[in-house]
């Protein structure tokens, strides 16, 4: 089956490339200060209703022109629209390099009209629920000191939620952390966590475009059953070296770009370290009751090569290493419990891209991706325990875009992964759990983005997935529909199945440092959900856009770890299966450009489970713990003067659910004389899972922005506030039965924060 997909990818792309238009322009879209690819620009022949988008790497084509010459408009989101003269003649033509320069460039006034017509909204995607962010907003919202969290940026998004305040884990309406695919350089990354989930292992100076993906994604994405979060890290400024340090109250972090000899290509690399281990000895040595804090520390990396093999061809090399590393010690002064904790991911990608013909654009890729998690306890040199999870990930991938016709945008691709799992826990002599499996997923995807007429546009798709395991092909079909009402109105509908091959075994939803990733291995069905979107987009100014959104999501085959597990093998062994469904409403508005940019939204939301014939709730339909019925946020960033800039993020949500506990019975055991326990055993008494919910929580962030010069370098100094009056969010609930009655304590997360953070760019 494998030759036939390939069979047929060649085939395609041999017979579009002998296709050729009267003319067309073609080329790239740049930064002109850095020389970075720019993705998702919008390309307008003026006059003509005809225009395209940058694929991720900033490449553009706009096919069947007739010879002659026209004007283009090319904009994108914090740069200067620019307006050029191109010469289309017959045959195949070369690529063409077009530079925006940053808002930040001051220019002078340029005055050019725009007709109705030629709006460039007209040539929107027909994607929904896709919300393009750029580096520099992500970087510009609040945060804990110095680390700007892409992750934590996601969950200011309405329809993603948080498990709780401490965790970067993203719940996407209604679906569970594990069913949105994370790819970094289209490199999948499994645990984006550091700090037990505090921080992502993203680091924001790396990024240069980020793009959620809420649902009803297209064909080109596959492997989850909920969402795609797709980070395109910096290419490297191909004009200059510049670089930057900044140190903070928790890590440091520094950076550093430039171009490769002779100006052939770039490089980017980043890094950053937290410094907690002399601040925590220090804390060991000032109090007795601080000596058992454990030693921590993590550090991660980022590295980025484009070579340029001429100016059709670009090979791309890059990775990313990131580590977490836990040492404690507990118990008695004269039998202690060693404990040693780590989990950190690897992954390493490479992209040839070449343009084919004058209208065809193919990418070739291999990734690797490794998890590896575990933890070993002894008891003065005694082994007592030992848990391991290894996750690794061999991709390879074959992408073709084909732009030579007029209305139509034809992408098709291969994508084969390769999983090999490794999970262990033993117990002094005794194995609980030890899988160790090896199996493929190979798919086969074709969409068409294809303009109808100046009011309709479609993306049909579809995805085949032969698994080796099950031995069987299972087919996603995909459609997408947008309606121009008129220039400034838009109306989206969407739906597709997606099937999903790897879950998470968790042990607990308020972090996930300890998440166990396992492929699907054919001894159970696997998950899939059905999902449809209905959009509706307005912009009252070309700077100002609203979007309203309804969605229903159907999950099939949804897993659970089953907690009774013994002697686990294979997933049917260690996890149960169910049904679950999500349905809500979503709202936007968002301020894209002037001296106050931001957002507003909310969202209404319902997400239930259902595991018939197990303990878990009686096998009755349940809440999980990230359903939340209402959830209100709002980001912004303000201009207050030419040196201060401020930003605030303030969220409002519904309690999430948690199992309230009914009453207290007590019991003996059958094979204790009374008089060793007179008093019995006193136990809680639960109720439904997730019966009650914790009160509402809200929270404000602020953070204030000092730019300047330091000795003749950009420089900005930040002073950031964590939850500024100070509400502290409930994490959990526990019952204290030695108490008469018993005594319910919250254990509560982080109050206000003040941090500081220095930065400077060289």
């Known amino acids: 089956m494998f030759k036939q997909i390939l069979t047929i990818l060649i085939l395609i792309c041999v017979m579009t490339s002998h296709v050729f238009a009267k003319g067309n322009v073609r080329g790239f ?26 694929n991720l790497d900033g490449f553009f084509a706009i096919p069947n022109l007739e010879t002659g ?68 907003t992500i970087r510009n919202m609040p945060s804990l000191g110095a680390e700007v969290d892409v992750l934590r940026a996601m969950q200011a998004i309405p329809g993603v939620k948080a498990s709780s305040d401490i965790s970067s884990a993203l719940y996407v309406r209604g679906g569970s952390s594990d069913m949105t695919l994370i790819q970094m350089d289209q490199s999948t ?23 959620l993906m809420k649902g009803a994604f297209p064909a080109e994405y596959g492997g989850r059953a909920g969402s795609v979060l797709e980070v395109v890290t910096n290419d490297g400024n191909r004009k200059k070296m510049e670089g930057l340090f900044s140190i903070g109250l928790v890590s440091a972090r520094g950076a550093i770009e430039g171009p490769l000899p002779n100006k052939r290509g770039s490089y980017a690399l980043s890094g950053r370290r937290t410094y907690l281990e002399p601040i925590i000895s220090m804390m060991k040595n000032a109090s007795e009751e601080m000596a058992d804090l454990p030693d921590y520390y993590f550090y991660d990396g980022n590295g980025k090569v484009n070579i340029d093999i001429g100016n059709k061809t670009t090979l791309t090399v890059g990775g990313y ?37 004058d209208n065809g654009f193919l990418t070739l890729g291999i990734a690797y991706s490794r998890y590896n998690s575990g933890f070993d306890m002894e008891n003065d040199g005694v082994f007592i325990q030992e848990f391991k999870n290894r996750f690794r990930d061999r991709a390879f991938r074959g992408d073709y875009e084909y732009l030579g016709y007029t209305n139509q945008k034809i992408k098709t691709g291969i994508d084969l992964h390769i999983y090999d799992v490794e999970v262990l826990n033993r117990f002094q002599e005794d194995t609980f759990v030890n899988i160790d499996t090896t199996n493929f997923t190979l798919s086969y995807y074709i969409q068409n983005e294809w303009k109808i007429n100046s009011q309709f546009e479609l ?27 008129d220039t400034k109105t838009r109306l989206k509908l969407a739906g597709g199945r997606y099937h999903q091959w790897v879950n998470i075994i968790s042990f607990g939803e308020g972090g996930s440092f300890m998440d166990i990733w396992m492929p699907f291995d054919g001894s159970m069905d696997p998950m899939y959900s059905d999902q449809i979107v209905f959009g509706f987009e307005n912009d009252p100014r070309e700077d100002l856009e609203f979007t309203v959104e309804a969605y229903y999501n159907k999950y099939h085959n949804v897993l659970n770890y089953n907690n009774m597990v013994d002697r686990g093998f294979d997933m049917a062994s260690v996890f149960l299966s169910g049904e679950g469904n999500a349905y809500g409403f979503e709202w936007m508005l968002h301020q894209k ?27 009755d339909w349940y809440y999980p713990k990230w359903d939340r019925r209402h959830d209100f946020v709002s980001v912004g960033t303000y201009k207050l003067t030419k040196n201060w800039d401020m930003s605030t993020s303030w969220r409002y949500n519904t309690g999430q659910g948690y199992t309230r506990a009914l009453g207290l019975y007590t019991y003996h055991f059958a094979h204790v004389p009374l008089e060793y326990e007179p008093d019995g055993n006193r136990t809680i008494l639960n109720g439904e899972k997730n019966n009650y919910r914790l009160p509402a929580d809200h929270r ?9 010069k330091f000795f003749g370098k950009k420089a900005k100094l930040d002073i950031s506030i964590y939850n500024v009056y100070s509400r502290r969010s409930i994490w959990f609930r526990t019952y204290d039965t030695d108490e008469n009655p018993i005594e319910v304590n919250d254990v509560k997360l982080l109050p206000v924060l003040p941090l500081i953070s220095y930065e400077v760019r060289f």
């Open 321 to 357: 290493l990131g580590q977490d590393d836990l040492q404690s010690e507990f118990g008695p002064d004269d039998s202690k419990f060693q404990l040693g904790t780590n989990w950190g991911n690897r992954t390493f990608a490479s992209r040839l891209r070449h343009i084919i013909s």
């Open 189 to 211: 990354v499994y645990n984006p966590s550091h700090l037990f989930g505090i921080f992502s292992t993203f680091n924001g100076d790396a990024v240069k475009h980020i793009e």
């Open 700 to 708: 404000l962030d602020m953070t204030f922005t000092y730019n300047h």
């Open 593 to 619: 450009a002037g001296r106050l940019t931001g957002w507003t939204g909310y969202s209404l939301s319902w997400s239930k489970r259902r595991f018939t014939d197990t303990f878990i709730n009686d096998g």
């Open 69 to 136: 010459s026209y004007a283009l408009s090319v904009s994108y989101l914090g740069y200067h629209r620019a307006e050029l003269t191109v010469t289309i003649s017959e045959g195949a033509s070369d690529p063409v390099t077009i530079e925006l320069l940053p808002v930040s460039v001051i220019l002078e006034e340029v005055v050019f009209t725009v007709k109705e017509k030629d709006n460039d909204k007209a040539r929107q995607s027909a994607r929904v629920s896709t919300i393009p962010i750029d580096a520099n």
């Open 29 to 54: 879209v740049i930064d002109a200060t850095s020389g970075e690819p720019l993705p998702v620009a919008n390309v307008v022949v003026l006059g003509e209703q005809r225009g395209s988008t940058t």
């Open 459 to 485: 993306l049909p798709g579809i995805r085949m997935n032969y698994h080796e395991d099950s031995d069987k092909v299972y087919v996603d079909p995909r459609l997408a529909l947008l309606y121009h009402y």
